[in-house]
């Protein structure tokens, strides 16, 4: 299917030089079946490390209330697509507990991806193992960031330009491995100012402009 789509594509198969495939992830719940439950129900619900006991409770009529029951069975769905054909590339499934992130790291072992593939996701799709785990695959990616991201400047690691930055947590640094050298764009849109990076420097392979058009079309 991959061979067919790339024959028939024409112009929509690249986006400039780039295979441009999107990620995100997404619940739906199921059957409260016997089989469901075993596959893809929180095997914890309720009893995890953070779940607080209903006798510290200090409200008496809660902690007498009944129980809420269980969430439903959910499969996790990890879909990536194919953003200038508009068509599902691969997908991997799982229980609600999931991580769109783990499943694309697994992705990345058991799928063939085209040379020059570029992964674009939002803000959820963030991490120096994640992003260095693509790098590594021969792959570039283009994504959203926040607060949720440290950028820093200055490391000396390489030679400083506008718009480049590192990404080099203490955990990282202590197992000397290297920062992750990657270009930050802001664009504005009808929602405010957003920052992207992404791990292609070059902007003659990928503009700022390619850039905003690469992420609306995501």
Known sequence: MHELREEVGDEHWRIGLWVAL????????????KSNEQAFSAKNYGKGKKAKSRKQWKDKQKRSEKLSAPVKPQVWLTLIWHVGLKMSWTCKTGPSTSSARHHLM?????EQFQEN????????????????????NDHHFLM??????????????VRQRDGI????????????????VL??????????????????LSERKLSNAKVAQLYSMR
Not at 22 to 33: E, I, K, L, N, Q
Not at 165 to 180: K, T, Y
């Open 22 to 33: 999107a990620v995100d992830g997404s619940r739906a719940s199921t059957p409260r079946a």
């Open 144 to 157: 959203r960031v926040g607060a949720n991201v440290r950028l820093l400047t200055d490391l000396g690691y």
């Open 165 to 180: 930055v590192c990404v080099w947590p203490n955990e990282a640094a202590r197992r000397n491995q290297p920062p992750l």
């Open 106 to 110: 697994e992705l990345l072992k058991t």
């Open 117 to 136: 593939t570029l992964f674009c996701g939002d803000a959820g799709f963030v991490g120096y193992e994640f992003w260095n785990a693509i790098l590594m």
């Open 183 to 200: 270009r930050l764009i802001r664009i504005q849109n009808e929602r405010g100012m957003m920052s992207l990076v992404t791990s292609v």
